[in-house]
């Protein structure tokens, strides 16, 4: 799995460029009140919102074999994005510590609701992700943070360039939903790390990762 032509987001932060540093006391500032913990049960998935809605008659209802082959890749993605954060909220502690956790449920929760759709048996995750992102997570908060940014706009782009090649309303309506709160996490995360620049909190610069079966 590799990246089509990678385009890193440059963040721009609000701290001066003296100081780009995130502490835990300044994160927990930052969010307010509520802190990390809020902010991550705003973005807890309820699994049936991750509908699979009724589409045009002339597309088939399940997946099909080319679907499929998508899909699993899919879902080793998302298996390896929460394992990502539940790696790194081992290390972490209070807020942060569960603002990981829910994260890593969130996507484990992609990942049972396409199986759960398709009837695909969850795989394993995406080891070159993980080792590609493991250090980074394991970093400080500041990198952890910019490097689920980055994942999460990874997904937002994959899912996205996905949907023009699934053959199937399930495949197209639940990788759209998927999307949609992929995005959301991203726009927080940037959020927390004090950027501004409103064309990165609502834009996307990532590439989507090319999947096996994908056209070149």
Do not use: C, W
């Not at 807020?95 to 990942?111: C, E, P, Q, T, V």
């Not at 940037?190 to 070149?216: H, K, M, R, T, Y």
């Amino acid at each position: 799995m590799t990246r089509k032509d990678p385009s890193p987001v440059d963040l721009e932060f609000a701290e001066s460029a003296t100081d780009t540093s995130l502490s835990r006391r300044g994160l927990v500032t930052r969010v307010g009140a509520a802190g990390l913990s809020g902010l991550a049960a705003a973005l807890l998935v309820d699994r049936s919102s991750l509908a699979v809605a009724a589409g045009p008659n002339d597309r088939p209802g399940v997946p099909t074999e080319s679907d499929d082959v998508l899909l699993a890749q899919a879902m080793a993605f998302e298996l390896a994005l929460g394992d990502l954060y539940r790696t790194a909220s081992e290390g972490a502690f209070d807020d942060l510590a569960l603002f990981g956790d829910i994260m890593a449920s969130n996507h484990r929760s992609y990942a049972e609701a396409i199986a759960g759709a398709t009837g695909i048996s969850a795989g394993a995750a995406d080891p070159k992700l993980i080792a590609d992102n493991f250090d980074a997570f394991m970093a400080s908060t500041t990198e952890a943070l910019l490097a689920a940014h980055s994942l999460e706009q990874t997904a937002v782009a994959t899912h996205t360039a996905l949907i023009a090649r699934y053959e199937s309303n399930t495949a197209i309506t639940l990788t759209a939903s998927i999307a949609v709160v992929e995005a959301r996490h991203a726009t927080v995360i940037a959020d927390i790390l004090g950027v501004e620049n409103l064309d990165v909190l609502f834009g996307n610069d990532q590439s989507p990762l090319e999947f096996a079966g994908d056209s070149a």
